[in-house]
């Protein structure tokens, strides 16, 4: 009779444990499914940010050592300006992705993380349980944007060809080369341009340059810790190689006003490496480095000006 009711109360510790655990997973269902931020007629969901997470963190996993409060707000906010983008890029049915392009930029992604080829990325994202056709859209929408930004600036772009031509010919043989990352943030204020840096040397000094620039940074190569990689002195800006050049390993710049916000460099490394100068190629590279440059400008100046008028109601 004992060993009856012994048996009877452990299959209601079972049944109500069971229960508990389908209660539970309904409630967690419910609430990985809410409904965080709404974009005019677009939603962006719980699932969303937590599988905007899983796809930054594989692209920085420096990430990791993020706290999770954090990482919930930088993904919201990089669903939320790629939500924006794709908003605007839908008004424009003629915009086709280059396919060539969109390989160029999936292979940039993955270099920088280190692996070589596409097979490696694709392997790399299923560990992570991530789904390459995912990231293929994310990216696809990125170069629409971009290719949309060319449409509508590429006539403002200003680059003297013969000014340029002339500098390379004079060059030095040894040139130097500089491994940058890069922080760059737009203000709306005098106090908020104080504050914000402030913020950032905070957060250097705590999380470290990589994971501040996950946080803070408007530029795409936020998405890989700001990473820039290795830039050679020519083809950069005479106004920010000043900063540079006075910069010790591991420092970075205060500051540096440009059309598109404010931009700080860290120096991660430098070195010198002896010129064998092909005039035309060199040309072609620091054209398309000047180039890319005000068209990253035009491309932050265009998105804070859309942005006005996009109806962003947190829920």
């Known amino acids: 009779m004992i060993e009856n009711k012994t048996h009877f109360r452990l299959i209601i510790v079972v049944s109500i444990a069971l229960l508990s655990a389908i209660c539970l997973k309904k409630i967690s269902y419910a609430i990985e499914n809410k409904i965080i931020l709404k974009i005019n007629n677009e939603i962006i969901t719980s699932v969303d940010v937590f599988n905007e997470a899983k796809y930054l963190k594989a692209l920085n996993e420096n990430l990791n050592d993020i706290d999770n409060r954090e990482i919930i707000n930088l993904s919201k906010s990089s669903l939320l300006r790629e939500k924006i983008k794709e908003i605007e890029i839908s008004k424009y049915n003629n915009v086709n992705v280059d396919q060539k392009y969109l390989e160029s930029i999936i292979r940039n992604i993955y ?70 990352q890069e922080i760059l943030y737009s203000v709306k204020t005098k106090e908020d341009e104080k504050r914000i840096f402030f913020e950032i040397q905070e957060s250097i000094k705590i999380k470290g340059f990589e994971n501040t620039a996950s946080l803070y940074s408007i530029s795409e190569s936020s998405k890989t810790g700001g990473k820039i990689g290795w830039i050679k002195e020519s083809t950069i800006n005479k106004k920010i190689l000043a900063k540079i050049i006075k910069l010790n390993i591991g420092e970075y710049t205060k500051p540096i006003q440009t059309p598109g916000g404010f931009l700080i460099l860290k120096l991660v490394n430098q070195k010198q490496e002896e010129q064998v100068v092909d005039v035309e190629k060199e040309l072609s590279l620091r054209i398309n480095k000047l180039q890319n440059q005000q068209l990253n400008q035009y491309s932050n100046i265009y998105y804070n000006k859309i942005k006005k008028d996009i109806r962003i109601s947190e829920k």
């Not at 280190?114 to 299923?126: C, H, P, Q, V, W």
């Not at 060809?161 to 030095?172: F, G, W």
Request: aromatic share 10%.
């Open 111 to 180: 270099k920088n993380i280190g692996l070589d080829n596409r097979e490696e990325f694709i392997n790399y994202l299923k560990k992570k349980n991530i789904d390459i056709k995912v990231v293929e859209k994310k990216l696809a929408n990125e170069a629409l944007w971009n290719q949309l930004i060319f449409e509508k600036f590429h006539n403002k772009i200003k680059i003297n060809r013969e000014s340029i031509k002339k500098e390379i010919n004079l060059s030095k043989r040894f040139l130097q080369i500089y491994d940058l």
